[in-house]
């Protein structure tokens, strides 16, 4: 069985709205044109043979709307290759987004086997389909202020944070635009509550918009860490650490035995003695 035509048709106009998903109606809407009398049952049934065939991700809200969001073809096509228990690996790492997921924790939440689990993340690493990161990769001197992990690009767009609000329906009774967003979003840089990078760009310790006039790059915004009250924790390399809370365990990958940042905090310390 293959892709049809109109599927393939349905596939590039979800995948031209960008790392976004898609309420189905939206999708309806925007399908007008270049299929003009495809009805709506026709639609569920296009969308859950893309789905079958890898080539959209399915997420429901909590008013069970179902959105969709776009893989590319090449990723679709390695993702026909996995196994049933390679794939629930693989939808685990995806849904993690921006944070990751720890081996140690694939395997609690999905039950398989460490052997299994190990040659599924092997074998998905060989079709670049994921990318590992060991604790020494991780940035050497911590910042303080900002959320922010240095090469990441998944941070919201200001069309990211518009399609949130609209998705939660906080604003039900006011039509919400671009414009009004970035009128909030640009007093919150104001107050210092967020900073506003470009892909590609390296926020500056020293001040909170920072730009990058490269060609292709694209406007993000990065909350800034609130300052907390201060305890015994503060101080140390943990108080600050964003990593400590969910991610530091003595097996994961992240660990108080291999911390990077701790013998450097004691080192400063005893040097200063």
């Not at 790392?19 to 003009?36: C, G, N, R, S, T």
């Not at 079709?127 to 998944?154: C, N, W």
Request: negative net charge.
């Amino acid at each position: 069985m293959e892709v049809t035509e109109e599927e393939l048709t349905v596939h590039k106009i979800i995948l031209e709205q960008g790392p976004i998903f898609v309420d189905e109606i939206k999708i309806h809407e925007l399908i007008e044109y270049a299929l003009p009398d495809t009805s709506w049952e026709q639609l569920q049934i296009i969308l859950e043979s893309l789905h079958s065939f890898g080539l959209v991700r399915k997420r429901q809200t909590h008013d069970e709307r179902v959105l969709y969001q776009a893989r590319t073809k090449e990723i679709a096509k390695k993702l026909q290759n996995l196994d049933e228990k390679e794939f629930e690996i693989y939808e685990l790492i995806e849904n993690s987004e921006r944070k990751g997921i720890a081996k140690s924790e694939i395997q609690k939440l999905t039950k398989i086997v460490q052997s299994i689990v190990e040659s599924s993340l092997k074998s998905m690493q060989d079709q670049q389909l994921v990318k590992e990161v060991k604790p020494k990769s991780f940035p050497k001197d911590m910042d303080e202020d900002a959320v922010y992990h240095p090469g990441y690009t998944g941070y919201p767009t200001l069309s990211k944070i518009l399609q949130c609000i609209i998705e939660s329906k906080l604003i039900a009774e006011v039509e919400v635009e671009d414009a009004d967003i970035r009128q909030i979003l640009d007093v919150l840089i104001y107050e210092g509550k967020i900073i506003r990078i470009f892909s590609g760009a390296i926020p500056d310790s020293d001040t909170m918009d920072i730009m990058d006039t490269s060609h292709g790059s694209q406007e993000m915004y990065v909350a800034r860490k609130q300052r907390a009250v201060g305890n015994a924790w503060t101080p140390t390399p943990c108080g600050r650490c964003p990593y400590f809370k969910d991610e530091c365990t003595e097996d994961g990958e992240i660990s108080p035995s291999n911390c990077v940042f701790y013998p450097q905090w004691l080192n400063r310390g005893i040097s200063s003695l």
